[in-house]
């Protein structure tokens, strides 16, 4: 089993920044590839950004520029750091790791609000 919890989510202005943090613990050497999802009210749940074991990353069109998902190896924890947010980034963003096994995990999910 893998666990995963996210934080770093809040209430931030548009143009502001948050960084978000996934850290996972458990039988972690699975783990090929770790993404973040987003899932904004009567939305449904769409990938934001993915990084492999490797370090290969890819991004939805609509962050491309403005969003940067990175990993510490060391720490067992995955990053969004997020800038120049819009007020369409509002949502609940989650993390899912993917298994070599066929299995998916996901944390319980981090709110973030962006609004003057």
């Given at each position: ?26 039988s972690i050497s699975s783990i090929y590839a770790m993404g973040w999802y987003r899932q904004a009210p009567g ?43 819009k007020p369409e980034d509002t949502a609940v963003y989650y993390c899912k790791g993917n298994s070599a096994y ?15």
């Amino acid at each position: 089993q893998v666990q995963l919890v996210e934080s770093g989510g809040g209430l931030v202005q548009p143009g502001g920044s948050l960084r978000l943090s996934c850290a996972a613990s458990g039988s972690i050497s699975s783990i090929y590839a770790m993404g973040w999802y987003r899932q904004a009210p009567g939305k449904q749940r769409e990938l934001v950004a993915i990084i492999t074991s490797g370090g290969s990353t890819n991004y939805a069109d609509s962050v491309k520029g403005r969003f940067t998902i990175s990993r510490d190896n060391a720490k067992n924890t995955v990053y969004l750091q997020m800038n120049s947010l819009k007020p369409e980034d509002t949502a609940v963003y989650y993390c899912k790791g993917n298994s070599a096994y066929g299995k998916e995990y996901w944390g319980q999910g981090t709110q973030v609000t962006v609004s003057s």
